[in-house]
């Protein structure tokens, strides 16, 4: 039986109409797409590529390959590939963060006053910001790995086609989180100020505290305690396996996902029910 005054009971009703919204004010900017790129790539191009490090390895030696030693300490003897990986999820990070500013920004423009005065559920106006932070950080990271090929990515020896939907899991789920995190951050917030702020906070210490440019187990004791926390970490690690890693350890895989796929429901869990009890006219 519907309502008498012809109003949906679909709790996700306007969803999808909500998140098309945040998409087409992304794909209608594409100055705004391009310079979202260009970050992650001077990276890839400068640091990946200047940052020769088999020439640190003496090659002389009876017994060294300096490949052999970059495949041991990397998975791969190839470390523009090792960071690809990395700056795939740092793209991701990056992006999502982007999603408590719009928070922000339709309260100060009236339109979250607009939405709240519809039927939509509050719950809903999170999902849609959620869900297209996702799939424009996924797309974009699809992009930088398309850029990293002609600068020397290679893949693993396990790579298959069906790792390509396996890498964009994993992108899925950590940007559901972040932009969980980052909207459930700023979702009190009517100063523009603030999610910049907590974007200057976050930004390096949650891409360096990480496995995206250097292995975990060669880190400080300090600094490994907080990556292996980090969910970042295991995202890259759940990625390279799929990407760059000559063998997959399925158990380790299967738990990566856990742990990603846990952070991304607990953090939209307190997203929308931070939404049911801040987000107001």
């Not at 705004?32 to 990276?43: A, E, K, M, R």
């Not at 640190?56 to 990397?74: C, E, H």
């Not at 020397?152 to 790792?163: E, I, K, N, R, Y």
């Amino acid at each position: 039986m519907s309502n008498s005054n012809g109003n949906s009971k679909n709790r996700m009703h306007g969803l999808w109409a909500l998140t098309n919204r945040e998409l087409k004010k992304w794909y209608k900017a594409p100055a705004v797409f391009i310079l979202t790129l260009i970050q992650p790539v001077i990276w890839l191009g400068l640091l990946g590529n200047a940052l020769n490090l088999s020439s640190l390895i003496p090659n002389n030696i009876p017994g060294i390959n300096p490949n052999d030693v970059l495949k041991m300490t990397f998975g791969t003897s190839s470390y523009i590939s090792f960071m690809a990986v990395g700056m795939m999820a740092f793209t991701a990070l990056f992006t999502t963060m982007f999603s408590g500013m719009s928070v922000v920004w339709d309260r100060r423009l009236g339109f979250l006053n607009k939405v709240l005065s519809t039927p939509v559920s509050r719950a809903v106006i999170i999902l849609s910001k959620v869900f297209s932070a996702a799939l424009r950080s996924m797309f974009q990271a699809g992009i930088i790995l398309l850029i990293a090929i002609p600068l020397g990515f290679q893949v693993g020896l396990a790579f298959t086609p069906l790792s390509i939907l396996g890498v964009f899991a994993f992108l899925f789920l950590i940007c559901v989180g972040l932009s969980s995190l980052f909207i459930a951050i700023n979702i009190r917030s009517t100063r523009i100020e603030t999610p910049m702020a907590v974007m200057n906070l976050l930004n390096l210490p949650l891409t360096f505290a990480s496995s995206a440019f250097f292995p975990i187990d060669k880190m400080p004791d300090w600094l490994r305690a907080v990556a292996y926390a980090n969910p970042l970490s295991y995202t890259i690690n759940g990625m390279r396996q799929l990407l760059i890693n000559d063998t997959i350890n399925y158990s380790d895989l299967a738990f990566q996902y856990a742990y990603v796929g846990i952070f991304a429901a607990v953090l939209t869990t307190i997203g929308i029910i931070l939404s049911w009890r801040y987000l107001n006219k």
